[in-house]
């Protein structure tokens, strides 16, 4: 059954505002085309966001569907969408944990099973929007075929083949990132080696298990509301 792209980014949103990874500027979208993508509006609550906040643009921003106008910085999507033919979701976060690590210059490391799923972890080394077709280039240049990049002092990027992928790895990062501060607080946190790594990516990269974390999230914001 095929589902509509615009009631799954309103229910990404608000379990990622829910989950305090997404905040009011945070965007989400998805690949409609070759040429164009389903964003968030820019002005629509994040919180409450429904099918109707998600409108459709092409890569230079030309509103072809919708209630409003994409983010400012929907050049960061448009940038990533004509690098990587693989990606058919990104998610922009300015997620707290993982933009901690980017103000103190601490590496992402990977502490955890499936945060080390986003290792290594590369750093786009500006804390400016993305709201220039430029910065949208460089940004897909600093990701190349990686999963995720943070954004020095200004969040996270995560893109995924689907957008139940790219929810549930952005949800890892930032439970890595949070695993690492605190660990940080007691001492040297144990880094998952290459052997740990290569076998957690062989069991845990599974669109199964992505699901199941997309269940999660989404039974906890129905028990919530």
């Known amino acids: 059954m095929q589902t509509d792209p615009r009631r799954d980014l309103a229910a990404c ?77 990104v998610i922009h976060a300015h997620s707290k944990w993982s933009t901690y690590l980017t103000m103190a210059r601490q590496d992402y490391l990977p502490v955890f099973a499936q945060g080390s799923l986003l290792y290594p972890m590369p750093i786009l080394d500006t804390p400016n929007s993305i709201n220039t077709k430029g910065m949208g280039d460089q940004l897909a240049q600093v990701l190349r075929e990686r999963p995720a990049c943070l954004l020095k002092s200004h969040g996270a990027v995560v893109v995924g083949s689907t957008l139940t992928e790219a929810f549930a790895l952005v949800n890892y990062l930032e439970e890595n990132a949070e695993r690492q501060y605190h660990a940080q607080m007691i001492g040297t946190p144990y880094q998952f080696s290459a052997e740990e790594r290569a076998l957690s990516q062989q069991k845990l990269w599974s669109p199964g298990l992505f699901q199941r974390t997309w269940d999660h999230f989404a039974a906890k914001l129905q028990s919530i509301n």
Do not use: Q, W
């Open 13 to 89: 949103i608000r379990m990622l505002e829910a989950n305090k990874i997404l905040d009011y500027n945070g965007h989400c979208s998805v690949r409609h085309s070759d040429s164009a993508f389903y964003v968030n509006i820019g002005k629509a609550t994040r919180a409450t966001a429904r099918p109707e906040d998600i409108c459709l643009v092409t890569f230079e921003g030309e509103v072809l569907s919708g209630n409003g106008t994409p983010p400012l910085e929907f050049h960061l999507h448009a940038g990533i969408y004509k690098a990587r033919k693989d990606v058919n979701a």
